[in-house]
């Protein structure tokens, strides 16, 4: 890998390398890897406390693009133009994808994966047995842990450029509620409970309002935090105006690890999906 790098990163400071047969296999086979999950725009560091992202291999991303031509691809009834494959051989990989969810070549999906019709983009990691749901977006780099459930309508951002920012990453076992936004390379932790309708960004206030006094977190929410939208009121030249936030209102309960049961753990705080 430290060779690959090494060409990577020339060509990230002289594009005139792109040119070069060397240069032009290497960042091939980084999108390989990708695709393959056996290299990823981020991961846990050893710890398991925070994460590492891998700023490289996002450049390697970037300069695919250019070296990409448009075509087109035909998929039964549907045609695609684009300078991207599409990804292949679901039956191999052992993911169930239905008509007409899409992913991008470069983007990895593990074994037990399932793409109702949605849309998962280059750079991007889903690990096993998730769950992304009708009409949710997957985007650039993003990095999906086993056993999430991404509801109707998500979103999660993609996080390309600057080339050191995190991307957003969903930590294992999380359930994100309907038409959530999450952007800007936020992260949530493990078995946290988003409900329906938060957007979160890496600026975005959000405060644990379960104890006596209100604890604020940017662009992080704890693992196993229940998170609700909220508002706050702030100051502006015209007047004082709410403005969004994200409100952490409980915990889940050990009862509520099973999935079968996290309708319930959604009801204990009365918080929609």
Same mark, same amino acid.
């Given at each position: 890998?430290?060779?690959? =790098?090494?060409?990577?990163?020339? #060509?990230?400071? $002289?594009?005139?390398? &792109? ?35 891998? $700023? ?11 070296? =990409? ?16 494959? !599409?990804?292949? $051989?679901?039956?191999? =990989? ?12 470069? #983007?990895? !999906? ?71 936004? &999450? ?54 030249? #015209? ?26 753990? !959604? ?7």
């Amino acid at each position: 890998m430290s060779e690959l =790098q090494t060409l990577i990163e020339q #060509a990230w400071s $002289d594009r005139a390398l &792109l040119q070069n047969p060397e240069t032009q296999a290497a960042i091939a086979h980084v999108i390989e890897e990708l695709d393959k999950g056996r290299l990823r725009v981020a991961q846990p560091t050893a710890d398991g406390e925070d994460w590492q992202v891998n $700023d490289w291999v996002k450049k390697a991303v970037i300069l695919y693009f250019p070296l =990409q031509q448009m075509h087109t691809e035909s998929v039964g009834p549907f045609e695609y133009h684009d300078k991207m494959r !599409l990804k292949t $051989d679901y039956a191999g =990989q052992q993911v169930r994808v239905v008509p007409p969810a899409t992913a991008r070549y470069g #983007a990895f !999906l593990a074994p037990g994966v399932i793409l109702m019709p949605s849309y998962v983009n280059i750079g991007a990691y889903v690990g096993e047995g998730t769950m992304v749901d009708t009409w949710a977006t997957v985007g650039s780099c993003a990095q999906v842990g086993k056993g999430v459930h991404l509801s109707g309508g998500v979103g999660l951002g993609g996080v390309l450029e600057p080339v050191q920012a995190a991307p957003v990453i969903i930590e294992d076992g999380a359930f994100i509620g309907s038409r959530s936004i &999450l952007v800007e390379g936020c992260r949530i932790g493990k078995e946290a409970v988003i409900g329906a309708g938060v957007t979160i960004t890496g600026s975005t206030k959000i405060i644990d309002v379960t104890g006596s006094e209100p604890k604020e977190y940017r662009g992080y929410v704890p693992p196993r935090s229940v998170v609700i939208p909220g508002s706050i009121p702030k100051q502006f030249p #015209a007047g004082e105006y709410q403005v969004p936030c994200a409100l952490i209102i409980g915990q889940r309960k050990p009862s509520t690890d099973l999935k079968t049961s996290l309708n319930d753990a !959604l009801r204990d705080f009365g918080v929609s999906v």
